[in-house]
């Protein structure tokens, strides 16, 4: 709908309250005969309207198109970042995206092992767990150094939430003691990307192409919107996880 830049400029200024076509000139978006040919065009397609003399709002049409462009580009930027890891992991790990949305990541980084530090993404998740007050996490695998941080956060801090992959609890269950918290509370899931929202702080963690987790990169964003929107996504999982011992019981139930 939108192929001219200076058709896609000139809607996203009025959105953002530029209501005159002067307004639109002093701010230099495009040649002066290129902002009244640009107004044409959107009047014509439905995307502007004259409220009143010499006024331009928006049409609900054109907020919606002006929201899909500002995602794209959203979402292109977040891509640019590391354009390597999206390219060899899987986002079809993660929910639709009226849950999460990789234009949420727009101001992420990724944090790499390397040869001389190859422990590096790992630490990194430790020191974020160790100095948290509260933190939501998802683990599609069992690590020992997160486990170990996670509750010695919890012993200085409150209450977080966990949700074990199913094969994680399978493991553990067979082990003598399952490694606890009552500060921990504790459900079950089939999932394979890991998440950990602390009180600012969004990691996310996708697996390879293959399916196999990633244990030398991770997804880090300190933006109030990308631990917003990674709440979000945590509450989705855990909405629709099993209480541990549920589970477990649902287990005794197959063998019996």
Same mark, same amino acid.
């Given at each position: 709908?939108?192929r001219?830049?200076?058709?896609? !400029?000139?809607?996203?200024a009025?959105?953002?309250?530029?209501e005159? !076509?002067?307004?639109?000139?002093?701010?230099?978006?495009?040649? /002066?005969?290129a902002?009244?040919?640009?107004?044409t065009?959107l009047e014509?397609?439905?995307?502007?309207? @004259?409220?009143?003399?010499k006024?331009?709002?928006?049409?609900?049409?054109g907020?919606?198109?002006?929201?899909?462009?500002?995602? +794209?580009? /959203?979402?292109? +930027?977040?891509l640019?970042?590391?354009?390597?890891?999206?390219?060899?992991h899987? !986002?079809?790990?993660l929910p639709?995206?009226?849950?999460?949305?990789?234009?949420?990541?727009?101001?992420?980084?990724?944090v790499?092992?390397?040869?001389?530090?190859?422990?590096r993404?790992?630490r990194?998740?430790?020191?974020?767990?160790e100095?948290m !007050? @509260?933190?939501?996490?998802i683990?599609?695998? &069992?690590?020992?150094?997160?486990?170990?941080?996670?509750?010695?956060? =919890?012993?200085h801090?409150g209450?977080?939430?966990?949700i074990?992959?199913?094969?994680?609890?399978?493991?553990?269950? /067979?082990?003598?003691?399952?490694?606890m918290?009552?500060? =921990? /509370?504790?459900?079950?899931?089939?999932?394979? &990307?890991a998440?950990?929202v602390?009180?600012?702080s969004?990691?996310?963690?996708?697996?390879?192409?293959?399916g196999?987790?990633?244990?030398?990169?991770?997804?880090?964003?300190? @933006?109030?919107?990308a631990h917003?929107?990674?709440?979000?996504?945590?509450?989705h999982?855990?909405?629709?996880?099993?209480?541990?011992?549920?589970?477990i019981? @649902?287990?005794?139930?197959?063998?019996?």
């Amino acid at each position: 709908m939108l192929r001219s830049g200076a058709r896609t !400029t000139v809607l996203q200024a009025i959105v953002d309250g530029d209501e005159t !076509t002067q307004a639109l000139l002093n701010r230099n978006l495009a040649s /002066e005969s290129a902002v009244y040919n640009a107004l044409t065009e959107l009047e014509n397609r439905g995307l502007i309207y @004259s409220p009143r003399a010499k006024r331009w709002a928006p049409t609900g049409t054109g907020s919606v198109v002006c929201d899909l462009v500002r995602e +794209q580009r /959203e979402t292109e +930027q977040a891509l640019a970042i590391d354009a390597d890891y999206w390219q060899r992991h899987d !986002t079809a790990a993660l929910p639709s995206t009226d849950v999460f949305r990789i234009a949420d990541l727009v101001d992420a980084t990724v944090v790499r092992a390397t040869d001389t530090h190859p422990s590096r993404a790992v630490r990194e998740i430790e020191r974020r767990l160790e100095t948290m !007050t @509260s933190a939501s996490v998802i683990a599609p695998i &069992f690590n020992e150094r997160f486990s170990d941080a996670l509750l010695d956060g =919890l012993d200085h801090n409150g209450k977080s939430r966990l949700i074990l992959g199913t094969n994680v609890l399978n493991s553990l269950l /067979e082990e003598p003691s399952i490694p606890m918290n009552d500060e =921990l /509370e504790v459900r079950v899931a089939n999932v394979s &990307f890991a998440l950990t929202v602390t009180d600012d702080s969004l990691l996310l963690s996708l697996p390879l192409l293959d399916g196999s987790y990633d244990a030398g990169a991770e997804l880090i964003a300190d @933006s109030e919107r990308a631990h917003r929107r990674g709440t979000r996504l945590f509450e989705h999982v855990w909405n629709d996880a099993e209480p541990v011992a549920d589970y477990i019981e @649902s287990l005794d139930d197959t063998v019996t």
